[in-house]
């Protein structure tokens, strides 16, 4: 097999151009949403399903309260999120993934991304979130809850209020955390105290107005280069 000349381009080299424009248009559109809250749970839920009813109630009294409703632009959570959102005085975001299957943009979104890469799309969810809510989910939503949790402990994002709603969907989850990771070391014992767990809207809320009571929405300097470097 012949070794690749000096100077040709590969298909994949042009890639970063598609992936430049995503993260161009991200900032552009979203530069002036916050405060904001990410809202992350399942696409399988329906309609009559109390945990898409309770994220409705959750975006729409976070949307009276000020903030901006992130989600994923999707149907179940997602869509349950921006319909609460959009019902309010403030934006409703859907982030929106090109997926092979599961994914549909809901119709309650004032603003509309699409991505194709994932990764890109994560870093919109971060880079202008004043807080995170986890609603039930699966595997998309655990690599959202691992990310952001990774990113603050390690201090490469600002420490936000990460709020796990349902404490009995979670509680298993979270006796693993202490009962595996805090015993075998590989996370520390007040990595626990990184999220929160409640059980309705006004909680969530509550939660975020008391966090910022005490520590303010501007954040340090030094939260402010590491927001830079996401």
Known sequence: MDKMKDGVHTPESWKIFQIMAEFVEGYE????????????????????????????????????????VVTGGGPGIMEAGNKGAFAGPS?????N?????????????DI????????????MFVK??????????????????????TLVQTGKSAKIPIILVGSEFWKGLI????????????????????????????EVVKEIFEYYEQSGFTPSEEEQEALLLL
């Open 128 to 149: 202008y979130a004043t807080a995170y809510v986890v609603l039930p989910g699966g595997f998309g939503t655990l690599d959202e809850l691992a990310e952001i949790l």
């Open 175 to 202: 006796q693993w955390f202490k009962d595996s990771l805090v015993e075998n070391g590989t996370i520390n014992p007040n990595d626990i105290d990184l999220f929160s767990v409640v059980d309705d809207a006004d």
């Open 29 to 68: 559109k979203l530069s002036n949403i916050k405060p904001s809250v990410s809202i992350f749970g399942s696409a399988r839920f329906k309609p009559d399903n109390p945990y898409y009813k309770l994220t409705e109630d959750i975006a729409y009294k976070l949307s009276e309260a000020g903030f901006s």
């Open 91 to 95: 934006p409703s975001v859907g982030l």
């Open 112 to 123: 509309s991304l699409t991505f194709r890469h994932f990764f890109s799309r994560k870093v």
């Open 97 to 109: 993934i090109e997926l092979p299957h599961e994914q549909s943009g809901n119709p309650h979104q």
